[in-house]
C-alpha cells in the first residue's frame, strides 16, 4: 500500500492537473470513477475515510429490483434496477447469487390502493399489502425479467403449503409469494474489484483514501493526506461530487470561495442491522429471504448470510449524516419485527454478534412516511470553476448505471467520447468464474489439490477473490507463513499482509472490517485484532505508540459502532468462534 500511495501523491505533487477528481469513494463515487478511468481520462478518486467505509459498507446487501418501489410509482427506476441486477449476476457471479425471497402474506385485498394514494401525492403509511396487491407487484417484476430469464419467476402458495416449508411463521398467515432477487456476499470487497480493474486498465487513474480536498480563500484546491498531514495542490478541470449524504457538506465547502450558496439536494435516513449468530433462525428461513412488513408499515428483511443470519432495517431521518451507530432502541426495533414474523423465535444478546448502520443519501424530501423517498438518483450540473457534477441518491444495485449517466456528464463537459461500455464487463474475481454450482465446486476441489489447503480454505479464498483465488493461494504460499491468523478462521497471516500491501489498508478498519470478512461474520476476537495490529504496524512502519493508539481507537470502534466489547472480543479467543460461511454460495 504504501509504495502505490507514495507514487500517487508524487506522480500529483510533479503534475496536480487532472482530468476529473471524483470526491468520496462510497460504490457510486468508485462507479464514475471506473467508468472514467476505463475512457483513459487521468482521474483521481479521493475518500477522507476509507473506500465504501461509510453507507457502502451498511447496505440490506441485497441486490434487487426493489419490488416495493412500485407502489410508489417507480417504475422506471424497478426497470433499470432489475436490469442492473441481472448484469451483476452475470459480471460478478462470485459475490452476487440469486436469492429467493419469500413475502407472507395475511390479508387478500389490503393495499392495492397503495401506489394510486402515492400518484394523487397523498402521504402517509401504507396500508398492509394483501394478496392481491402483491401478486400485481410480482406479475410487472416477472414481466420486466421475462425477456432475460436470469432466475426464476414468482410463485403463490396458500396457507397449508406456506406453514409446511416455514413453520415457524406466524400461524395466522394465509397466503406466501416467493420471488427471486439477488443478494452480495462481500459488497466492500467487490468495490476494491472495480478500483484493482480501473488501475490495471490506466495508469494514469489513481486513488487515495484518508485524503481530503479543501478549497482555499483564493479559490485553488489541496489535497490534504489524512496519514502524514502532507498538503499538496491540485487542478481537477472537472470535479464530481459523490459524497453521499455529505453532497451539500461538499458543496458548501467547493463553493465557500465563491459566496455562492449551493442549493439542497440530500436527506439522508439511517438504517441499521443486526448479524445474529442463531442456528435455529437459520433453519427456519430454509434458505430464503423473509421479505416482511413490520407492524409500523416499514418493509423489513431477514435472510441468511454467510452463515450468519441478516435482519434489519431501521429508516430514521436524520439531519445531519455524522457517525452513525445502530442504537439499543433500533435493536428493540428490530427484534420486535422478528417476534412478529417468527413468534416463537427468541435472541439471546449473546447472540447479536455484530450491529451496524448507515445513512441513506436520498433525494431531499418532506414525505412523512420514509419508505416512501424515492431510492432514484440524478447527477446535477452546479457550474462552478472547475465545474462540479454532484451525484444525488442511488442504490448498490444501480451503482453501475448511475456511474455512467454521470461519467457520461462529464465527459460532455470534458469533450470527449465514451470509447468504453461497462454492462457486460466482469468484474475482478468474476472473470471467468464457473456458471453453476459443480464448476464452483470443481474449482474449490483443484485449488484445494494444487495448492495443498483443505477445502474450506480453498472455499474462502474462491468465495473472496473468485477466479482471483489461485493467484491469492500462491502468493500465500510463497510468502513462507501462510497460517491461521488464530484459531477456527481460514484467513492466513500471509494473506492479511497480502491485502495490507495491495489494498489501500491505513488502518485496522479497514483491514479487519472492510477487507475481510471477520467482524461482519462475528468471528472477529481480541487475539485476531493484536495480530492483525502487529502487521499492520510492521507494514505501515508504526511506533509502539502509533500502534497503541490505533488499537485503542479500534476497539473504541467496535465498541460504540458495532456493540462489541472488550470482553466479548476476549471470550471469542478461546471459543474460536470461526469464520462462518467461507463458502458464500453455501450460506
Ligand atoms: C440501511 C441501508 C440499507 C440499504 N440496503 C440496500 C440494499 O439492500 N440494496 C441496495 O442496492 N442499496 C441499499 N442501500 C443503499 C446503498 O447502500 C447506498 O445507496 C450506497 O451505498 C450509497 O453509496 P454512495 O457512494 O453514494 O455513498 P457512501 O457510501 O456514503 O459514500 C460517500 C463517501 O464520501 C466520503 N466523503 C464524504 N465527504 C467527503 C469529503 N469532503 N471528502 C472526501 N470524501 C468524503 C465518505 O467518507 C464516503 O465514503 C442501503 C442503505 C442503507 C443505509
Known amino acids: 500500500m504504501a509504495r502505490d500511495r507514495d507514487l500517487t501523491l508524487a506522480g500529483l505533487s510533479d503534475a496536480p492537473q487532472v482530468q476529473a477528481l471524483v470526491i468520496g469513494g462510497g460504490i457510486n463515487g468508485i462507479s464514475v470513477f471506473r467508468e472514467l478511468a476505463l475512457q483513459g481520462l487521468r482521474v483521481l478518486l479521493i475518500d477522507r475515510g476509507d473506500f465504501c467505509g461509510a453507507c457502502s459498507s451498511a447496505p440490506s446487501r441485497m441486490i434487487h429490483g426493489g419490488l416495493r418501489y412500485l407502489e410508489n410509482g417507480e417504475f422506471a427506476l424497478v426497470r433499470e434496477s432489475l436490469a442492473e441486477r441481472d448484469a451483476l449476476l452475470r459480471n460478478a457471479p462470485h459475490m452476487v447469487f440469486p436469492l429467493a425471497t419469500t413475502v407472507p402474506i395475511r390479508k387478500r385485498f389490503s393495499g392495492l390502493l397503495n401506489g394510486a394514494i402515492n400518484f394523487v401525492g397523498l402521504k402517509g403509511r401504507p396500508a398492509e399489502r394483501g394478496s392481491l396487491a402483491i401478486r400485481a407487484g410480482l406479475t410487472l417484476y416477472d414481466l420486466y425479467t421475462r425477456s432475460r430469464r436470469a432466475l426464476p419467476g414468482s410463485r403463490f402458495r396458500g396457507k397449508a403449503e406456506t406453514h409446511r416449508l416455514w413453520p415457524g411463521l406466524q400461524p395466522e398467515l394465509r397466503f406466501s409469494a416467493t420471488y427471486y432477487d439477488a443478494w452480495i456476499s462481500h459488497p466492500e470487497r467487490l468495490g476494491m474489484e472495480l478500483i484493482a480493474d480501473s488501475l490495471s486498465a490506466n495508469e494514469d487513474a489513481m486513488v487515495l483514501n484518508h485524503a481530503e480536498v479543501g478549497r482555499e480563500a483564493d479559490g485553488t484546491l489541496t489535497l490534504t493526506d489524512h496519514l502524514t498531514g502532507a498538503t499538496l495542490p491540485i487542478r481537477p478541470e472537472i470535479i464530481v461530487n459523490a459524497t ?27 438504517g441499521s442491522h443486526l448479524i445474529l449468530d442463531h442456528p435455529e433462525l437459520h433453519a427456519a428461513l430454509s434458505g430464503h429471504m423473509i ?3 413490520n407492524v409500523d408499515g416499514r418493509v423489513c428483511i431477514l435472510f441468511p448470510y454467510l ?74 450540473n452546479l457550474g462552478g470553476d472547475p465545474p462540479v457534477l454532484c451525484m444525488i441518491g442511488g442504490k448498490w444495485t444501480t451503482f453501475r448505471a448511475f456511474g455512467e449517466q454521470c461519467a457520461d456528464m462529464t465527459l460532455e463537459v470534458l469533450g470527449r467520447l465514451r470509447t468504453v461500455d461497462t454492462r457486460d464487463r466482469p468484474i475482478g474475481g468474476g472473470k471467468g468464474f464457473p456458471g453453476n454450482e459443480a464448476g464452483v465446486r470443481d474449482l474449490v476441489g483443484d485449488l484445494a489439490r494444487s495448492f495443498g489447503v483443505d477445502m474450506d480454505r480453498a472455499a474462502h479464498a474462491v468465495s473472496h477473490y473468485g477466479t482471483r483465488a489461485g493467484e491469492i493461494l500462491r502468493i500465500c504460499r510463497e510468502a513462507g507463513d501462510d497460517e491461521p491468523l488464530e484459531g477456527g478462521t481460514a484467513y492466513t497471516v500471509a494473506e492479511l499482509r497480502h491485502l495490507i500491501r495491495t489494498e489501500h489498508v491505513g488502518g485496522l478498519d479497514d483491514l479487519l472490517l472492510r477487507r475481510t470478512s471477520l467482524a461482519i461474520t462475528g468471528a472477529l476476537s481480541m487475539a485476531m485484532i493484536e495480530r492483525a495490529s502487529d502487521l499492520l504496524a510492521g507494514e505501515l512502519k508504526w511506533s509502539t505508540a502509533q500502534a497503541d493508539a490505533a488499537k485503542r481507537a479500534f476497539l473504541d470502534l467496535l465498541k460504540t459502532r458495532h456493540g462489541l466489547d472488550a470482553e466479548t472480543l476476549q471470550n471469542r479467543n478461546a471459543k474460536g468462534n470461526g469464520e462462518c460461511g467461507s463458502v458464500a454460495r453455501h450460506a
Not at 249 to 255: E, I
Not at 312 to 331: H, N
Open 244 to 270: 453521499g449524504a455529505w453532497v451539500d457538506q461538499t458543496n458548501l465547502r467547493l463553493f465557500a470561495a465563491s459566496g455562492d450558496q449551493p442549493a439542497r439536494f440530500v436527506g439522508g435516513t439511517k
Open 291 to 293: 421479505y416482511f412488513e
Open 307 to 380: 452463515g450468519r443470519v441478516l435482519i434489519g432495517s431501521t429508516d430514521i431521518r436524520v439531519d445531519e449524516p455524522g457517525e452513525v451507530r445502530c442504537e439499543d432502541a433500533e435493536v428493540d426495533y428490530i427484534l420486535k419485527s422478528l417476534a412478529n414474523v417468527f413468534p416463537g423465535i427468541t435472541v439471546r444478546p449473546e447472540q447479536i454478534v455484530y450491529r451496524f448502520a448507515g445513512v441513506r443519501p436520498l433525494p431531499r424530501s418532506d414525505k412523512a412516511f420514509t419508505g416512501r423517498i424515492s431510492r432514484d438518483h440524478a447527477t446535477r
